[in-house]
């Protein structure tokens, strides 16, 4: 059971990137899925989910309106779009599945990747 997450990388203020998940060894159509992050000196934090299905997605305020979290399950595949970045969503970026609880707690998540850097220079 693998997560990988890719796409990060340095962008400048007001750019976009792509990050993407893959999962290998388990098919995500069963999970809700979500990205977080973690910046240095600082803990990991909820950055969006999206429910198995793909029809319900969550956002943390600091993301609402400049990010978006998809999937396709087909392609056993997760994204999040971040558009109009800032300095201070430098962090690094990590994908995880969730069977079921609050997809806004870390600690129901069953399965995590290892994390993409993501910079962002002003």
């Known amino acids: 059971v693998q997560l990988q997450a890719s796409g990060g990388g340095l962008a400048q203020a007001g750019g976009s990137l792509r990050l993407s998940c893959a999962a290998s060894?388990?098919?995500?159509?069963?999970?809700?899925m979500g990205w977080f992050r973690q910046a240095p000196g600082k803990e990991r934090e909820f950055v969006a989910a999206i429910s198995w299905r793909g029809g319900s997605t969550y956002y943390a305020d600091s993301v609402k309106g400049r990010s978006t979290i998809s999937r396709d399950n087909a392609k056993n595949m997760v994204y999040l779009q971040m558009n109009s970045l800032k300095p201070e969503d430098t962090a690094v970026y990590y994908c995880?599945?969730?069977?079921?609880?609050?997809?806004?707690?870390?600690?129901?998540?069953?399965?995590w990747g290892q994390g993409t850097q993501v910079t962002v220079s002003s």
């Open positions: 060894g388990f098919s995500l159509s069963s999970y809700d």
């Open positions: 995880a599945a969730i069977y079921s609880g609050d997809v806004y707690q870390q600690r129901n998540y069953k399965y």
